[in-house]
């Protein structure tokens, strides 16, 4: 079942860090407005499933690399109780939008085949930022997606 959370819940607008794996190369689609979606696949509600919302601004970082760009958030689209099938159709229906070549769909299918829950933010307004680091202390040293209400609070 998905819902659409394309409405703000409240005036609050929530920051999230976005942690990237640099070699799928995904953080320059988003710079360049290729890829206008940021998914994120799980088998159990984890972070970002619902705390992410129209508004919010999305910082991007690769994996032990700085923030490096940034987006807004324009829909949220979360899709629960996903089988094999349900996941093929996502992949296909939304894969170009998220930055994903149609020769990457299997092997991003056999890597979120397990999931369960799916996450689709739609982005807008992608820009690059002027690098900076942040202190990921107290959200787990593999985290790939810290929410904060200012990015000020773990900047470095």
Known sequence: MASASGASY???MTTHVAIMKKSWGMIPKIISGEKKIESRWSVRKSIPWGRVKKGDT???KNSGGSISAKAKVSKVIEIENLNAIEIKNILTKFGHSDGIAITDY???YNRVRNAKYC?????KS???TKPFNINKKGYGAMSAWISVKQIQTIKI
């Open 10 to 12: 409240n005036c609050f």
């Open 58 to 60: 999305i910082y991007f």
């Open 106 to 108: 299997e092997s991003v």
């Open 119 to 123: 996450l689709l933010i739609y982005l």
């Open 126 to 128: 992608p820009q690059k």
